[in-house]
């Protein structure tokens, strides 16, 4: 049986009680891109999507899923998303990024997408820090792993900068351009297949032309 290349999609959501506003478009906007990655696998056939889905605040983490084939997907719901407390950005990219990247060690045939999406910055993390986290990106980045940052409520551009992300994308904290923003997101996925498929760099310019009007800071 042919190998097929690995694509590990990593996606780190924030679950702070800021979010609580916006948490019934946020849960079907990830929904949608549950459709979306099983839709890309069957467009890009000699590529093998997994997904990782960590959702985090100051209670802790919650890994609902990891390395799950996109078959084995399922949809969250208001059950399994409840917005609450503060937002420890750093400690849930750290514990995220650590453990996807002991799976993969010793691999070579395969790339990672990591999508954060917040409405805050970091206010509450005890185990990183903002430097930490940039030196581990700079690491990850050199073995395949590509970076996107989605956010509202401050500055996503600088804020993403700082810790060494190039793909960025701002989003108002209301009900159409967050359509939109998952609408783009949605496209990237497609573009980032598309760029593993043509041998092409990611780590920039995965949100250019897509068509929306959100703000975009690529």
């Known amino acids: 049986m042919e190998t097929k290349h690995q694509v590990h999609n990593l996606i780190i959501l924030d679950e702070s009680g800021s979010m609580e ?10 929904n949608e891109i549950v459709q979306t990655v099983k839709g890309v696998e069957q467009d890009f056939p000699e590529q093998e999507h997994f997904i990782s889905f960590v959702t985090f605040n100051s209670r802790g983490q919650k890994l609902l899923h990891f390395i799950d084939p996109v078959s084995k997907l399922e949809q969250i719901d208001d059950k399994r998303y409840q917005p609450d407390s503060s937002t420890p950005l750093y400690d849930a990219m750290g514990f995220s990024f650590i453990k996807l990247r002991q799976v993969l060690e010793g691999k070579t045939d395969y790339d990672v997408l990591v999508t954060i999406l917040t409405d805050g910055e970091e206010n509450a993390s005890k185990e990183y820090s903002g430097s930490s986290i940039k030196k581990l990106i700079d690491e990850l980045k050199l073995n395949r792993w590509t970076f996107t940052y989605i956010g509202t409520d401050h500055d996503v551009e600088k804020f993403a900068a700082s810790i060494s992300i190039t793909n960025s994308m701002y ?3 209301f009900p159409q351009e967050t359509k939109i923003m998952f609408s783009k997101e949605q496209n990237m996925r497609r573009k980032f297949s598309q760029n593993i498929r043509d041998k092409k760099d990611s780590n920039v310019d995965l949100y250019n032309n897509e068509g929306s009007t959100t703000k975009d800071n690529s």
């Open 21 to 30: 506003s916006i948490k019934e478009i946020i849960i079907q906007g990830f």
């Open 171 to 173: 989003f108002g904290k």
